[in-house]
């Protein structure tokens, strides 16, 4: 195939007038639809001098556009870069500058403080409303509905997915066409989907589990979605009798457990519910079975790798595991200190080998070398261990990490903020338990001798800097932080005192 990831997922449907959009009021998108829809857009980027190989950045709301933009920059051979609408313009400014972008596509809203960027970083901006108004759909409009797709291998990129470190620093993961092609092909067949499927996507589209996931399965499967611009629960409830399957994060399941609409007769006729980019707590998954007479079927995945391992579809799915590596995927347990093989049973770091797995961090050639072993395998950060039976449990994390609501958050990024606020001699950011988002963020801050620390202000500092999703809910002041006696400090003791700060 000329270009695998066009001519495979999206092409193979130009003739076909199913839906696959289903929208709010009946309105649907068909296949062809939307095809001529992003064989306009990719006109455009090829009017405005964009290149194969080039970066799109786009930081838009969810929309069918959003996504057409997705398939063409498929078509068009450029690099698809999604952006967390919550990002601040500081955040998106390193973004951009960082990844290279020639094209910033944005909401109205942004036009004028990124154009700002655009301008000195010499990119080009385009805007995209939620409701497809902007500058990008009024060029689109008047191009033809067919693009010549451009030429790729399997092995060009296909999207930059960027992801924060422990450091602080977000690293830019760097997607194949076969990272995608190969993980959606898997999952299809694993998951049983076909053409009949309508997937609830209450999910953004700017991560790996609503863009990846979800909509590469449903194309790869010739399937349709009911295509929701965010999680609102009414809607989901009213359309569920519409769906045959759902995906979403731990959040939603235990937000619809906690509405008495949400019943047995409600989700009688579904085939498949899947949870996954946090852990789903084993009492979730036994409370949903309960209610509704269906096992969640929990996968574990990430931006780097995609989808690693999965819950069998006819087998049993067990609750507090992620099931097992995926056909195509290698996963082993290693010794974090050595890199030896540990036996079943024993904790270590997980590690992961396949076709899923990404060609390393955009320009960061020792980040890559330090988590992408020459072997082929990933170390990616989790801790965990395979039981007896051979599923796969992951028990904790080597790596600095907050999942909340299943957006990932590394503390560094927010201990930077706050360290630099006046009176504030040191911080330490961790992760407390939540009964929503499953963990949020809590700031505790050690003040300069005989400082009070002015709380609002550094709120505000956030506030400017980061994301909502990444505020701390609380700030504690303390006198000193607990350390070993290497001086690190020691943030599982912090997370054992504070653990029941949320409790409902
Ligand atoms: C929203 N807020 C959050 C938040 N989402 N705060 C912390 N964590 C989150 N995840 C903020 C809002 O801005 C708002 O702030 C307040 O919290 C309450 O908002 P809400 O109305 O309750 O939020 P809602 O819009 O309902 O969003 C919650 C959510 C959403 C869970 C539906 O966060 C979501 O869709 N999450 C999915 C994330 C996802 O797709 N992850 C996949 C990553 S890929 P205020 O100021 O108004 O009170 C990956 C790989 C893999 O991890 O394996 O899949
Ligand atoms: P991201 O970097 O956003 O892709 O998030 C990936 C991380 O989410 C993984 O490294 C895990 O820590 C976590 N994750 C994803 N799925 C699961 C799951 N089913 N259970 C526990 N953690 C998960």
């Avoid at 939620?130 to 296909?158: C, H, I, K, N, W």
């Avoid at 611009?229 to 906690?258: H, N, S, W």
Wanted: with cysteine.
């Amino acid at each position: 195939m000329a270009n695998p990831l066009y001519d495979g997922f999206f092409g193979v449907h130009a003739e076909k007038t199913t839906p696959f959009l289903r929208l709010e009021g009946g309105q649907v998108v068909t296949h062809q639809d939307f095809l001529s829809i992003s064989a306009q857009i990719a006109h455009v980027t090829v009017q405005i001098g964009l290149k194969p190989g080039d970066r799109v950045a786009v930081q838009v709301e969810k929309s069918p556009e959003a996504l057409a933009l997705y398939a063409a920059c498929a078509q068009a051979g450029l690099v698809f870069l999604p952006l967390n609408t919550a990002y601040t313009v500081d955040e998106l400014s390193y973004f951009i500058e960082n990844s290279g972008a020639s094209l910033i596509v944005c909401g109205g809203k942004s036009q004028e403080t990124l154009g700002v960027v655009a301008k000195e970083l010499g990119a080009k901006l385009e805007t995209l409303n939620a409701d497809g108004s902007g500058t990008l759909m009024d060029q689109a409009q008047q191009m033809p509905t067919r693009f010549e797709t451009v030429a790729r291998s399997g092995d060009d990129l296909a999207a930059f997915l960027y992801t924060s470190g422990t450091t602080g620093r977000s690293k830019g993961a760097m997607l194949t066409q076969d990272n995608l092609i190969s993980n959606a092909q898997t999952l299809v067949e694993h998951w049983r989907f076909t053409a009949d499927d309508v997937l609830l996507h209450a999910l953004p589209i700017f991560h790996t589990h609503g863009l990846f996931v979800a909509t590469n399965v449903t194309l790869a499967a010739g399937g349709s979605m009911i295509f929701m611009p965010k999680f609102d629960q009414d809607e989901i409830i009213a359309r569920m009798p519409e769906a045959t399957t759902m995906m979403g994060v731990p959040t939603f399941y235990t937000r619809l457990l906690d509405d008495e609409r949400f019943t047995r007769e409600l989700t009688a006729h579904m085939r498949l519910f899947v949870s996954g980019s946090a852990p789903l707590l084993a009492e979730t998954h036994t409370r949903f079975e309960a209610l509704t007479g269906h096992r969640i079927l929990e996968r574990y995945g990430m931006t780097e790798t995609n989808m690693n391992t999965s819950n069998p579809y006819d087998g049993e799915r067990r609750a507090g595991t992620v099931g097992f590596p995926l056909p195509g995927v290698e996963l082993k347990i290693t010794n974090p200190d050595t890199g030896d093989t540990l036996p079943d049973g024993e904790v270590g770091q997980i590690e992961v080998r396949g076709a899923n797995v990404f060609k390393g961090y955009w320009q960061m050639p020792e980040k890559t070398a330090a988590e992408l072993r020459e072997n082929g395998f990933f170390i990616t950060g989790d801790l965990g261990l395979i039981d007896a039976d051979g599923y796969v449990q992951i028990v904790g994390r080597n790596k600095d990490l907050i999942i909340s609501g299943g957006y990932n958050i590394y503390p560094k990024e927010i201990e930077l903020v706050l360290d630099d606020q006046p009176g504030v001699l040191e911080s330490a950011v961790i992760g407390v338990p939540h009964p929503d988002f499953g963990e949020t963020v809590v700031g505790l801050i050690v003040p300069e001798t005989g400082a009070e620390p002015d709380e609002d202000g550094m709120m505000e500092a956030v506030r400017k800097s980061l994301a909502r999703f990444k505020h701390p809910r609380k700030l504690v002041i303390l006198d000193e932080l607990p350390r070993n006696t290497m001086g690190k400090v020691q943030k599982n003791i912090l997370r054992d005192k504070y653990e029941g700060m949320f409790a409902p």
